[in-house]
Each structure stands twice: as structure tokens, then as C-alpha cells.
């Protein structure tokens, strides 16, 4: 199968170290040749193969070697390096129905950090997800903990050894089942309501509550 014959002049103002890669865009089209550096940014790359392509760039995702090539981590551009002979796959993502508003991007699915997340935070979450390959869950779980919260837990676990050894395993999980239904019961505002009526001034319950009283009440109007 004969193969176009792509060659960008200037990607990164530099023309040596340059190296010949195959580029195989998803569907009916002809693999084609690529001259780019062997030291590219990813971004690049991308706008040089929508630009060649008429593809839109938005929707192109670049696959070497069974990695999606992502454009940046951590706001930091990422590079990719080529050897000659290389084979990059192309996949063109589908535009949504016109007037239909549909996002299926998967980095829309996956837990992402606020972009006023502080710098550490950011380098702490690309090594978890990227290097420990943490899923998503836990991603979550971890980033939603602030700093009071973590220093809890790691004093829950650092006396539960002790515990332990003083026979009191079961008091201290007990223990810490009651603190975290007390820590966790809130306050309720002035004029605020509680559920249950024992808690509340003159025995008052909320509207639509279902007691013998309703009920009785009910019966007798023959509404039940």
C-alpha cells in the first residue's frame, strides 16, 4: 500500500536530529509519512497533524505504543521523543448531533484537581495517578481529606496498635463509632427544626409526619 509522503519544514525552528515516522489516522484513510523531530511536543504534534489532515484538533487523540499522548501534566508541556520508523495511530473523535449538548471526553469522567490547587498538591497527584497508577476513587478520597482530617486518621491508626495491646480493640472502634456520629450531627440553626420530635420545643413535629395520631386522624375523616 503506497503511503504519502509528509514533510513539515519548520515544527520547532530546528532541522536536525529530524526522524521519519508512519502516521495511521482510524478509518478508510492511507497511512502517511512524517518528518518531525525526534523531540516534539505533544501540542505540536497535534496541530501539525490536524493542520496536515484538515482534522479538528480539539478532537484528535494520538496513541504510540498503546499510550494516549496527553498535551500537558501538572500546566507543564509533555514531550514525546521518536525513533525512525515509528507508528502513531490517530483516532478522531466524533462531533456530537447538532443541538445536542454531549461531552464524552473520558478526562471529563475522571477526578481532576482545581486549577487553584497549590503546586505540591498537583505534583503529589500526578505521581499517584501516573507512577502508582491509583484509580480515580481513591484519587478522590485522598484530595477531599483536608489537612485535619489526614492528622486524625494517622492518630487513629498510630493508637490503635496501643489499644490493641490493653485488650481495649473493641472499646476504642466502639469509641470511635460514637465520636463519629457526634462529630458529624452539625448544629442546627435558630428555627430550625429536628426530626424527631422529642428534640424539639413543645414536642413539635414536622408537617406530614406519619404517627398513630395521623393515622387515627385519618380514619376518622375517612381519608385512609
Same mark, same amino acid.
Given at each position: 500500500?503506497?503511503?504519502? /509522503?509528509?514533510?513539515?519544514?519548520? %515544527?520547532?525552528?530546528?532541522? /536536525?536530529?529530524?526522524?521519519? !515516522?508512519t502516521v495511521k489516522t482510524i478509518g478508510p484513510a492511507r497511512p502517511s509519512r512524517l518528518h518531525v523531530p525526534s523531540s516534539i511536543k505533544v501540542l505540536d504534534l497535534r496541530k501539525l497533524i490536524a493542520r496536515k489532515n484538515h482534522l479538528p484538533v480539539e478532537n484528535l487523540k494520538l496513541i504510540l505504543q498503546g499510550m494516549v499522548l496527553h498535551d500537558h501534566e501538572d500546566e507543564d508541556d509533555i514531550y514525546v521523543r521518536f525513533n525512525d520508523g515509528d507508528y502513531l495511530i490517530v483516532a478522531v473523535k466524533p462531533k456530537a448531533p447538532v443541538g445536542l449538548d454531549i461531552d464524552d471526553d473520558d478526562e471529563d469522567l475522571k477526578f481532576q484537581l482545581p486549577q487553584s490547587t497549590s503546586q505540591w498538591k498537583k505534583?503529589?497527584?500526578?505521581?499517584?495517578?501516573?507512577?502508582?497508577?491509583?484509580?480515580?476513587?481513591? @484519587?478522590?478520597?485522598?484530595?477531599?481529606?483536608?489537612?485535619? $482530617?489526614?492528622?486524625? !486518621?494517622? @492518630?487513629? #491508626?498510630? @493508637? $490503635?496498635? !496501643? $489499644?490493641?495491646?490493653l485488650d481495649l480493640g473493641p472499646l476504642y472502634i466502639?469509641?470511635?463509632?460514637?465520636?463519629? !456520629?457526634?462529630?458529624? @450531627?452539625g448544629r442546627r440553626q435558630p428555627g430550625d427544626v429536628s426530626a424527631y420530635s422529642i428534640f424539639n420545643e413543645d #414536642?413539635?413535629?414536622?408537617?406530614? %409526619?406519619?404517627? $398513630?395520631?395521623?393515622i387515627d386522624r385519618d380514619i376518622r375523616t375517612g381519608q385512609f
Amino acid at each position: 500500500m503506497e503511503m504519502e /509522503e509528509i514533510v513539515e519544514e519548520e %515544527t520547532s525552528g530546528k532541522h /536536525e536530529n529530524m526522524v521519519e !515516522i508512519t502516521v495511521k489516522t482510524i478509518g478508510p484513510a492511507r497511512p502517511s509519512r512524517l518528518h518531525v523531530p525526534s523531540s516534539i511536543k505533544v501540542l505540536d504534534l497535534r496541530k501539525l497533524i490536524a493542520r496536515k489532515n484538515h482534522l479538528p484538533v480539539e478532537n484528535l487523540k494520538l496513541i504510540l505504543q498503546g499510550m494516549v499522548l496527553h498535551d500537558h501534566e501538572d500546566e507543564d508541556d509533555i514531550y514525546v521523543r521518536f525513533n525512525d520508523g515509528d507508528y502513531l495511530i490517530v483516532a478522531v473523535k466524533p462531533k456530537a448531533p447538532v443541538g445536542l449538548d454531549i461531552d464524552d471526553d473520558d478526562e471529563d469522567l475522571k477526578f481532576q484537581l482545581p486549577q487553584s490547587t497549590s503546586q505540591w498538591k498537583k505534583k503529589l497527584y500526578s505521581f499517584l495517578r501516573n507512577r502508582m497508577k491509583l484509580p480515580d476513587i481513591v @484519587l478522590m478520597a485522598i484530595f477531599s481529606l483536608g489537612l485535619k $482530617a489526614w492528622a486524625l !486518621i494517622i @492518630l487513629w #491508626f498510630t @493508637l $490503635a496498635p !496501643i $489499644a490493641h495491646k490493653l485488650d481495649l480493640g473493641p472499646l476504642y472502634i466502639l469509641g470511635t463509632g460514637f465520636c463519629l !456520629i457526634f462529630l458529624n @450531627l452539625g448544629r442546627r440553626q435558630p428555627g430550625d427544626v429536628s426530626a424527631y420530635s422529642i428534640f424539639n420545643e413543645d #414536642f413539635r413535629e414536622l408537617p406530614g %409526619t406519619l404517627n $398513630a395520631d395521623a393515622i387515627d386522624r385519618d380514619i376518622r375523616t375517612g381519608q385512609f
